[in-house]
């Protein structure tokens, strides 16, 4: 099974947008709403993109995607690559696949002179933190995550 | 005393280094070497600016600033305004210029259609952790953030 990274293109949105439907039934939150789901696509895909996307395939079908856009660093003077999500089909884990986008998020930012990857993972999601582990990252356990709703409604 | 809080201009570039040096103390990190405080100029006044800068001042002197840049959201489909450093100058604390930037931002990640402010605080920073629980911010325990270094020499 010959698995290739690529990035996304407007024609994958049908695939993406299943995949990230996927994604939030596994981390027990709502999908997007169909009004989210259109600003997902232009946001990706407009003229000036919010955020990228790098889609795992094979065989013509899409099986992973990683969500990740360009943060800053004051202290290293330098642009962080900041993973938002990264995503595996189930039926087509321990393939390497999570490993594959991962090698290719660090080329991307090695490319764009950046100093760090950061991301935020799910502290039940042990699968995941192995994983990271093993890459050699670091857990911030001194930092704490802060956040300000901005909608009228409390979001999680 | 008139505190005055604005969007930072290339003419302010020694003020603005003097605090980020003052922040870096305070948190007990080394300061930007020589070439990071180039970098740091570049990216903030360049043509396609990497970050943001707001400063609080009074009678002509600097006395804060915040760095800033957006993030996205893929949960919500909206653009985050993530706040990297927030710093109030010691001798001019308790005069309300934290929550003077604060409302700035809010004012400013509201006119964007950003659907969430986010930021990170040191868990011994409790001046700060009162500040924003007093905002009504919520600390995202269930959420470990990780770092990879891509750099030669490993970074704090």
Redesign the interface.
């Known amino acids: 099974m010959i698995i290739k990274i690529t990035g996304a293109k407007k024609s994958d949105t049908k695939d993406i947008l299943l995949l990230?439907n996927e994604l939030?039934d596994y981390e027990h939150?709502n999908p997007?709403d169909p009004?989210?789901?259109k600003?997902?696509i232009k946001?990706a895909f407009g003229k000036k993109p919010?955020?990228y996307l790098l889609l795992a395939k094979t065989d013509g079908k899409t099986i992973g995607y990683a969500?990740y856009?360009?943060?800053?660093?004051?202290?290293?003077?330098?642009?962080t690559l900041?993973l938002?999500?990264i995503y595996i089909s189930s039926e087509f884990r321990k393939l390497g696949t999570g490993k594959l986008l991962f090698d290719e998020l660090?080329k991307i930012?090695?490319k764009k002179s950046?100093?760090?990857?950061?991301?935020?993972?799910?502290?039940?999601n042990s699968n995941a933190?192995r994983f990271?582990d093993k890459?050699?990252?670091?857990?911030?356990?001194?930092?704490?995550?802060?956040?300000?709703?901005?909608?009228k409604r409390e979001?999680s």
């Open positions: 990230i939030a939150l997007p009004d989210a789901r600003r997902l946001d919010l955020y969500i856009f360009y943060t800053y660093s004051s202290f290293l003077a330098k642009r900041y938002e999500d660090v930012a090695r950046c100093g760090r990857m950061e991301w935020c993972v799910l502290n039940w933190i990271y890459l050699g990252a670091k857990a911030l356990k001194e930092w704490i995550y802060y956040r300000l709703s901005l909608r979001d």
